[in-house]
């Protein structure tokens, strides 16, 4: 059974940092494409970011070009995801989730894990 268990996120300060974590079991993780997306209330997914299987190509939306990172451990099963210079619109439950196969041009699986809550307020 796949599983993606996100955490590391919480409350922090304008221009805080967090860095989320994705632990995933059930599948060849180091084979698949992965993302992270959030949600934030009242609001649809947003895709914020994708990392390649082996984690040499990455990519990023406008929103948080420059200011996160996206990194995999495949050694350890794990998905990162290191938030900088948080701002208040961040704001959101953030997921991992992964292509649906190990093809990279498949379609992305719906999250499947409770998320993490990233919280910026002052």
């Known amino acids: 059974e796949v599983q993606l268990v996100e955490s590391g996120g919480g409350l922090v300060e304008p221009g805080g940092s967090l860095r989320l974590s994705c632990a995933a079991s059930?599948?060849?993780?180091?084979?698949?494409?992965m993302s992270w997306v959030r949600q934030a209330p009242g609001k649809g997914l947003e895709w914020v970011s994708t990392i390649s299987a082996a984690g040499s190509n990455t990519g990023y939306a406008e929103s948080v070009k420059g200011r996160f990172t996206i990194s995999r451990d495949n050694a350890k099963n794990t998905l990162y995801l290191q938030l900088n210079s948080l701002k208040t619109e961040d704001t959101a439950m953030y997921y991992c989730?992964?292509?649906?196969?190990?093809?990279?041009?498949?379609?992305?699986?719906?999250?499947r894990g409770q998320g993490t809550q990233v919280t910026v307020s002052s």
């Open positions: 059930g599948f060849t993780f180091s084979m698949y494409f």
């Open positions: 989730r992964k292509r649906l196969s190990v093809d990279p041009s498949s379609s992305w699986d719906n999250p």
